[in-house]
């Protein structure tokens, strides 16, 4: 269940249909229509206010529950850079977050005029994207990740240890992580992971992966344990929350000496396909499938790759045959 789920059971029914159909019919994953909701609810409640429908100084109690087929059919391009303009100048959004929200618009209006065929155009169709400044993104080095691992220590130690070899060997997602069932785990050193869009890939669990699991099966609680099948389970014994995990990140960063420089449990998956990529020799194209991406960062056309090629790329992690684990 989603963090927006009860509020989107009550929202207007137009959006709440459209939602509905991201979720079922486009297999978007919850996190995503969630966002798409949060963009819709910012969107409405702006035009309510500049329709005089409601006061600005009342914007996050604003309603969208009322929002009909003739407020959202009065939309026009105008309103939406007006809108843009409000992100910056009242909301401080950053181009990213301005970009995402251009993103929800032409989708939702793309979806009312396409698929529902509520009304005749498209007003949003040329609505821009805000241009968004690449940088680099931030990573570990080598060193500093055996530092990170060698900093994992307390009464968790076990799990929090497997939890940093995953990220730093596999490249997996934050959700992908919390989201692993002791069923995922497959006989043959392989993990079953389900990212975005609910798309299912397989990763390959090299030594540090596979030790480091074992270890922390050892003494992973059973007793009176909420979710059963959850693998990493917080110490209320329920499975761990995404929040939790980013915590424990941000922990051992900074008992390494690695804080303040806004690394992230995110910039571990960059780091796990950094030290693939740099120091494993290992093709673009491979990392795309270990890390679930259509693209990653290129213009290549997406290949299939063998099996093997996978678990090739999992045991290059030079991560690999490095074990800090206390016993």
Do not use: W
């Not at 990140?249 to 571990?268: E, I, N, Q, T």
């Amino acid at each position: 269940m989603g963090q927006y789920t009860q509020e989107i059971r009550s929202t207007a029914p137009i959006i709440r249909d459209f939602l509905n159909y991201m979720l079922v019919v486009k297999g978007k994953s919850q996190l995503t229509v969630d966002e798409y909701y949060k963009d819709l609810r910012t969107f409405y409640r702006y035009i309510k206010i500049s329709r005089g429908m409601a006061e600005q100084s009342e914007f996050d109690s604003i309603s969208i529950t009322d929002v009909d087929l003739d407020l959202i059919g009065s939309v026009t391009l105008s309103d939406a850079f007006d809108f843009m303009n409000y992100c910056i100048d009242e909301r401080d959004n950053h181009a990213a977050t301005r970009a995402r929200k251009a993103c929800s618009l032409r989708v939702f209006y793309k979806y009312l005029t396409n698929k529902v065929h509520l009304i005749e155009t498209n007003p949003l169709s040329e609505l821009d994207t805000p241009k968004i400044g690449k940088t680099l993104p931030k990573y570990l080095s080598l060193e500093e990740s055996v530092r990170l691992l060698q900093a994992v220590d307390g009464p968790n130690r076990e799990r929090d240890y497997c939890i940093l070899t995953l990220f730093l060997n596999c490249g997996m997602r934050l959700s992908e992580l919390c989201g692993i069932n002791l069923s995922d785990i497959r006989d043959d050193n392989t993990l079953r992971l389900v990212g975005k869009g609910n798309k299912e890939r397989i990763v390959y669990l090299n030594n540090a992966c596979t030790s480091a699991v074992s270890v922390y099966l050892r003494v992973r609680p059973t007793d009176g344990v909420h979710d059963k099948n959850a693998l990493f389970l917080s110490r209320m014994k329920k499975r761990i929350s995404p929040r939790m995990v980013e915590e424990i990140v941000y922990k051992y960063l900074d008992k390494a000496g690695l804080g303040g420089r806004g690394l992230s449990a995110h910039k571990l998956r960059h780091t796990a396909a950094t030290l693939m990529y740099q120091h494993g020799q290992v093709d673009v194209r491979v990392l795309k499938d270990i890390l679930g991406h259509e693209n990653l960062g290129t213009t290549e056309i997406y290949t299939h790759l063998s099996n093997q090629q996978l678990e090739n790329a999992a045991n290059a992690n030079p991560l690999n045959n490095i074990d800090t684990q206390k016993k």
